[in-house]
Antibody
Framework: EVQLLESGGGLVQPGGSLRLSCAAS????????MTWVRQAPGKGLEWVSA????????YYADSVKGRFTISRDNSKNTLYLQMTSLRAEDTAIYYC??????????????WGQGTLVTVSS | DIQMTQSPSSLSASVGDRVTITCRAS??????LAWYQQKPGKAPNLLLY???RLQIGVPSRFSGSGSGTDYTLTISSLQPEDFATYYC?????????FGQGTRVEIK
């Protein structure tokens, strides 16, 4: 059974940093692209960043480019999102999601439960 | 970046109604479109991909169509468990984007 478990969320001041983790199990982690999607309170879904299975290619939304870095450790079956220069508008639930079929980020059958990031002074 | 526009943003319907939600891309995306259902406090659930392919386990009352820039999600006979918010997502290129969502409420 595929399981994705996010951690690392919390309260951080504007300008601060935070690293999210997503521990994966139940599938061959290195074979699948992984994606971060966020949802601000009461708002819609926003695609944030994705990374191919090998970790060789990463992709970002314009809203986070230059501030967030996605990475993965395939030996630990773990996905990361390093967030810096955080802003109030980054406040959201952050979900990690597994691509349904393969190595290129497309669409997602499996999602974690989400971790809440709150950026506030 | 490709923008996705859904309509309507919300609708009220009764059990048994036929419901149609539309999604328009700002440029052609072929059939690189997925639909998700999200219930409050839960992660999204994949309904369809490749514009019209039903994900395993999703009831056949859900269907999708379209290509190019215009797409529809249809629920043929709305059931009580279908009251939720629905999102389209393109995956034609990165960055991928979601539509703003359509909330389906009970009339």
């Amino acid at each position: 059974e595929v399981q994705l478990l996010e951690s690392g969320g919390g309260l951080v001041q504007p300008g601060g940093s935070l690293r999210l983790s997503c521990a994966a199990s139940g599938f061959t982690f290195s074979s699948y692209a992984m994606t971060w999607v966020r949802q601000a309170p009461g708002k819609g879904l926003e695609w944030v960043s994705a990374i191919r299975g090998s970790g060789g290619s990463a992709y970002y939304a314009d809203s986070v480019k230059g501030r967030f870095t996605i990475s993965r450790d395939n030996s630990k079956n773990t996905l990361y999102l390093q967030m810096t220069s955080l802003r109030a508008e980054d406040t959201a639930i952050y979900y990690c999601a597994k691509d349904l079929y393969g190595d290129f980020p497309e669409y997602f059958q499996h999602w974690g439960q989400g971790t809440l990031v709150t950026v506030s002074s | 970046d490709i923008q996705m526009t859904q309509s309507p943003s919300s609708l009220s319907a009764s059990v048994g109604d036929r419901v149609t939600i539309t999604c328009r891309a700002s440029q052609g995306i072929g059939t690189s479109l997925a639909w998700y259902q999200q219930k409050p406090g839960k992660a999204p659930n994949l309904l369809l991909y490749a514009a019209s392919r039903l994900q395993i386990g999703v009831p056949s009352r859900f269907s999708g169509s379209g290509s190019g820039t215009d797409y529809t999600l249809t629920i043929s006979s709305l059931q009580p468990e279908d009251f939720a918010t629905y999102y389209c997502q393109h995956y034609y290129s990165t960055p991928q984007t979601f539509g703003q969502g359509t909330r389906v409420e009970i009339k």
